[in-house]
């Protein structure tokens, strides 16, 4: 069984491009949840989707910042018009229910804004 | 959502147990305390997690206080391979979607000697 696959692994991008990070959760998981961490800091929570509902977004920067999890495919993060401050790891994770299931990582995506 | 109070960094030697503290004073009747690590450019991996009664399984312990204000993490033997940035995380059981997230704070480095 596949654990949960991100890609890019490293992505580049100039200011004011567009960057798409993809996940892809583990088998049988319906439960996706965005986090990222800057240089130097922190875990933070950014959003939380079920297929095709967004269920708490309650970390997105309000500007800029977009999530998806359609019926079919992967889990898409976008960004655009990307700022240096945008520059960190994206990690996405799965779960097979809400609450407190065991949530599964993947190896997160490094975003550079050049 | 609760807070927790860990140590910035501890040391251990290879093949000795490590108790990594977590204060919690203001978990509610309803918080599940879970550990998460993140071992160097990876993302964060599931531990253990228990509510009032103390917990084993394959990786690790989970003491837990009588008055569940503190829990101790308890590797028996420690290996290079769990140096690592250690997470105490509470997160409510109540039902709500704050119970999904996870909210990670600065967590304790773990270093482990040869």
């Known amino acids: 069984n596949a654990g949960v696959m991100q890609n890019p692994r490293h992505l580049v991008r100039r200011r004011g491009q567009e960057a798409r990070l993809r996940c892809s959760p583990m088998?049988?998981?319906?439960?996706v949840y965005w986090y990222r961490q800057l240089p130097e800091e922190g875990l933070k929570f950014m959003v939380y989707?079920?297929?095709?509902?967004?269920?708490?977004e309650s970390g997105m920067p309000k500007e800029r910042f977009s999530a998806e999890f359609p019926k079919e495919g992967p889990s898409i993060l976008r960004i655009q018009q990307v700022v240096r401050g945008d520059s960190a790891a994206y990690f996405c994770?799965?779960?097979?229910?809400?609450?407190?299931?065991?949530?599964?990582f993947g190896p997160g995506t490094r975003l550079l804004v050049l | 959502d609760a807070k927790t109070t860990q140590p910035n960094s501890m040391e251990s030697n290879e093949e000795e147990p490590v108790h990594l503290p977590c204060n919690h004073s203001?978990?509610?009747?309803?918080?599940?305390i879970h550990w998460y690590r993140q071992l160097p450019s990876q993302g964060p991996e599931y531990v253990i997690h228990g509510l009032t009664s103390n917990v084993n399984n394959r990786m690790a312990s989970l003491a837990i206080a009588e008055d569940r204000k503190s829990s101790t993490l308890i590797l028996h033997r420690a290996t290079l391979r769990d140096a690592a940035v250690y997470y105490c995380?509470?997160?409510?059981?109540?039902?709500?979607?704050?119970?999904?997230?996870?909210?990670f704070g600065e967590g304790t480095q773990l270093t482990v000697n040869p």
């Open positions: 989707l079920q297929k095709e509902n967004i269920i708490d």
């Open positions: 995380i509470l997160r409510d059981g109540a039902g709500g979607t704050s119970g999904s997230r996870l909210t």
């Open positions: 994770a799965s779960s097979t229910q809400r609450g407190q299931e065991t949530q599964y």
């Open positions: 203001t978990i509610s009747g309803t918080d599940y």
């Open positions: 088998k049988g998981h319906s439960h």
